[in-house]
């Protein structure tokens, strides 16, 4: 089912006044032995749901071990004829299958990006929720000021309070690439709402999936979660042998 700010009037002013206040916060700021995925896993999809010219949907690796990877697959045709304003998808996570924490996941495209300035690009927000869909539709949007303990914070985040609603407060790396004189091609987002974490959100450029990318990179990983589960140590942008795009949690260990 697709969404747009036609549909949710107040979201597109309040997803961006949200990241403007991270703005603020980053502006404020400046003045193990894990290794990368293997692919040696049983993929078991969700449902196509249309995007753009093209399907996405979700999916799982699993293996011995257990669920190693959940993502959402792209064919390479919904990457054109994108809305020129914003727009969100619902992808249910393949029946059947049980990955705690994970319940769903959504795509949200962003036609111009949204502030801080790094981020104001055409990109897609791939959010992997940690809560069910009536919860998240639940969460409203305006100053969350309820603490998120420490021990959940992951190393160099930082927020800017504001939730965005149907969503939660953004949590940024404040030493990512973007921060750091480097282009925005991908990054990855953490999620409170109320001092409990939400969601964890790969950002991806449209250039940057357009490119037929290859790129793992570490999940920066607080001292504890909250609840119990298989949380990613890696996250990965991808093309496959069909040109299908592939960005997906790895290495998910429990915890």
């Given amino acids: 089912m697709s969404f747009t700010e036609a549909d949710r009037p107040r979201s597109l002013a309040a997803r961006r006044g949200a990241w403007a206040a991270l703005a603020l916060t980053l502006l404020a700021a400046a003045c193990s032995s894990d290794t990368a995925p293997s692919s040696a896993a049983r993929e078991i999809d969700g449902p196509d749901v249309a995007v ?4 996405a949907h979700t999916f799982v690796l699993e293996g011995g071990d257990g669920v190693s990877s959940v993502g959402v697959a792209l064919a390479p045709s919904a990457l054109d004829g994108l809305p020129t304003t914003d727009a969100e998808w619902a992808l249910p996570l393949p029946s059947g299958v049980s990955v705690p924490p994970w319940d769903h996941a959504t795509l949200d495209w962003n036609a111009q990006g949204h502030p801080p300035a790094v981020y104001q690009t055409p990109h897609f927000d791939f959010h992997f929720y ?5 919860t998240q539709a639940s969460i409203q949007g305006g100053p969350d000021t309820v603490t998120v303990p420490a021990a959940n914070v992951p190393q160099d985040y930082a927020s800017g ?5 149907d969503m939660g407060v953004h949590w940024v790396d404040t030493l990512a690439a973007e921060f750091r004189g480097e282009p925005f091609d991908h990054t990855l987002i953490y999620g409170f709402y109320r001092g409990s974490m939400v969601f964890v ?3 991806v450029t449209r250039s940057f999936l357009a490119g037929r990318p290859d790129v793992t990179a570490p999940v920066k990983q607080p001292a504890a979660f909250a609840r119990s589960g298989r949380y990613p140590t890696w996250y990965s942008v991808r093309t ?9 949690l790895d290495s998910l260990r429990a915890r």
Avoid: F
């Fill in 130 to 134: 940690a809560i069910d869909a009536a």
């Fill in 161 to 165: 309070v504001m939730a965005v609603p």
């Fill in 240 to 248: 496959g042998t069909d040109g299908e795009l592939r960005v997906a």
């Fill in 201 to 203: 959100e790969p950002m």
């Fill in 52 to 55: 753009g010219q093209g399907t």
